[in-house]
């Protein structure tokens, strides 16, 4: 399994962490099995399960990040997985900060 660390925020539950990474709840518990997921603790750390680069795109386009946008929104408006957009910008952590400009991989498309 291949994790990103996210360090439990004020305010953070296992949905908003969960919806935020475009993740299921239960894998979120499966990777955390020494982490009581229902009662987290700010500063605390757990483990984000990303699935495994698929390796498989050919072609890019570039995604000015917005004031409000989320991994999961731009995972889901690209149809890509966590591990493709982290992948495609050679990053150890994306930090979602307006004005960064991401690679995103384009789904579908073949030379």
């Known amino acids: 399994m291949y994790c990103i660390n996210y360090v439990v925020q004020k305010g953070d539950t296992l949905y908003s962490i969960s919806r ?3 993740i299921g709840i239960n894998a979120i518990m499966v990777a955390n099995p020494l982490v009581n997921v229902y009662n987290m603790m700010i500063g605390e750390i757990i483990c984000i399960p990303i699935s495994v680069p698929s ?4 072609n890019f386009t570039s995604y ?7 991994l999961g929104s731009i995972l889901d408006q690209y149809g890509i997985n966590l591990a ?9 952590e994306i930090f979602l900060l307006p004005g ?3 690679n995103v991989p384009i789904v579908g498309e073949e030379e």
Request: hydrophobic fraction near 25%; glycine fraction near 8%.
């Open 20 to 22: 935020h990474f475009n």
């Open 55 to 58: 390796n498989n795109y050919s």
């Open 64 to 70: 000015l990040v917005e004031e409000g946008d989320t």
């Open 84 to 92: 493709d957009l982290m992948q495609g910008n050679n990053l150890e």
């Open 100 to 102: 960064t400009t991401l």
